[in-house]
């Protein structure tokens, strides 16, 4: 058990996990363009569904193997900040002291984040015709009532708006979406993705549910945080100095 | 505004290649010894400044939506730190390598055409933001990588540990950037990761930099090792821009 404890708060297991995950990282960037296909439902679908489905494991290894070494790399992240917390030492200096503890702890954020969305997350691209109303889940139905599209002088879209009626079951709501103003409906996130003006108006729209992305959302604000603590901590440190 | 004087397109763009062309060339010119050098390189800064402002009245938006745009801030980014680093008197030699560094990112904006036109998805100063720690984290990356070299000649430690210094706000830097362009990406689509090898290639360069932030304190690896391993952090991030898209392909985002 100490040897293991030993093992995780080892920097040099850090460094040795960071090589790997680069390792594979590279695997999987040659590993995608050369599956196009395959890999085609993989930013469609959560990932642990999508890799239940896909079965190819001859394709997929270097995704189980980054996973496993998550968990490792967690476990190693949590064990060194709690040893940091507990040393006595560098105390004099508390914000460079803290800072990197808050940088760790938000990476763990954002990958508890990642866990969530990959394991209990939904996605679904709905395109739209106007008038026409269909299921998002359950008793909960879309609308499109109407898309209205801005052009900029060169005759490209500059902004459109897609006219919806949000009905869950009982209670409707009159919204509209534009790119970059998604709209929230209890768990359900709707985004604007494109419109089409023609003869006949549709409007794609992604319904989405992301269980992490507050937590990822999260753990990026510790991240920012500590990481401009531990610059202000070091010019401050270096002022000093000087 | 710039865009509304009567010039054709063509008149434009040659415009535009001569406000790159002055200071790539004040920026060589800076290589000359003494105050005549240093007045080349501000001329260069003044110069440079000048064509990303023309460039920001010609689109009506802060220059950073584009490739061409994106190297030219870059070049300035990078110019800026140069400007700070060399202020320290054993950085001097710095100049011989960030000088014809600068003019050559510089440069490479005539090999990306200007684009005028901008996707209402990247109208946000969430995007913004995420480009411009984005661009300011390999400025950093870049002069880390010269201070670098500059050590494994010198083996001074102080060099040394100016590249770590580097590296460290470069990568600060790059991790801003990631969390930014994670909230743009999920206002704009509804998600905050993608499965594609430029998002691979940004991971692994935010690992790469990570593992020779730790390696520096890890026995064995300190010193000229991980020196070595932080001046080649570079071409990876050089990689993960260029690279990626064009040696190694990666489908265009469909979100």
């Known amino acids: 058990m100490k040897l293991f404890v030993q093992f995780l708060l080892s920097l040099k297991t850090a460094f040795w996990l960071f090589t790997a995950f680069i390792v594979l990282l590279f695997v999987g960037s040659l590993s995608l363009p050369g599956n196009l296909a395959f890999f085609s439902g993989i930013d469609e679908t959560p990932l642990f569904r999508w890799l239940s489905r896909s079965g190819t494991i001859s394709i997929t290894w270097w995704i189980y193997v980054m996973i496993a070494m998550l968990a490792v790399l967690a476990a190693s992240t949590l064990f060194c900040t709690a040893q940091a917390f507990l040393s006595r030492t560098g105390w004099q200096a508390p914000v460079l002291k803290l800072s990197p503890q808050v940088m760790h702890i938000g990476v763990l954020f954002i990958m508890l984040g990642h866990l969530l969305t990959a394991s209990m997350g939904f996605k679904m691209d709905m395109l739209l015709k106007q008038g026409e109303r269909a299921v998002v889940a359950g008793d909960r139905t879309l609308l499109l009532e109407d898309v209205v599209v801005h052009k900029d002088r060169q005759g490209y879209d500059a902004d459109w708006e897609a006219k919806l009626i949000w009905d869950d079951g009982g209670n409707t709501l009159t919204t509209s979406l534009r790119p970059l103003h998604p709209r929230y409906f209890g768990q359900f996130g709707l985004y604007s993705r494109s419109v089409s003006n023609g003869p006949e108006k549709t409007a794609l729209v992604r319904v989405c549910r992301d269980p992490g992305a507050l937590w990822a959302l999260l753990g990026g604000v510790l991240l920012s945080i500590g990481g401009v603590g531990f610059l202000s901590g070091k010019f401050f440190t270096a002022t000093k100095t000087a | ?255």
């Open chain 2, 1 to 255: 505004m710039f865009c509304s004087l009567p010039f054709g397109e063509e008149t434009r763009s040659v415009i535009t290649i001569v406000l790159l062309l002055i200071p790539a060339t004040f920026y060589i010119m800076g290589l000359m010894e003494g105050r005549w050098g240093q007045g080349m390189f501000l001329a260069g800064l003044v110069s440079h400044a000048a064509s990303m402002i023309q460039r920001g009245l010609e689109i009506g938006t802060v220059p950073l939506t584009e490739k061409h745009d994106n190297i030219s801030f870059l070049a300035f980014s990078l110019a800026l730190l140069y400007w700070y680093f060399s202020r320290k008197k054993s950085l001097q030699g710095l100049r011989d390598l960030a000088l014809p560094l600068i003019a050559a990112t510089l440069l490479t904006a005539f090999f990306f055409e200007p684009i005028n036109t901008i996707s209402p998805f990247l109208r946000t100063p969430w995007f913004y933001l995420h480009i411009f720690f984005y661009f300011i984290s390999y400025a950093f990356f870049g002069i880390s990588a010269c201070i670098g070299l500059q050590y494994l000649f010198s083996g001074k430690n102080e060099h040394e540990s100016l590249q770590y210094r580097g590296a460290v706000h470069g990568w600060i830097f790059f991790s801003l950037s990631l969390v930014v362009g994670s909230v743009w990406f999920f206002l704009a689509y509804g998600t905050y990761w993608l499965w594609t090898s430029r998002e691979l290639w940004a991971t692994i360069m935010w690992f790469y930099y990570g593992a020779y932030l730790h390696a520096r304190y890890v026995k064995g690896l300190s010193g000229r090792p991980a020196a070595i391993m932080g001046l080649l952090g570079f071409p990876v991030a050089l990689f993960a821009y260029f690279g990626v898209g064009t040696v190694l392909p990666s489908p265009p985002t469909q979100f």
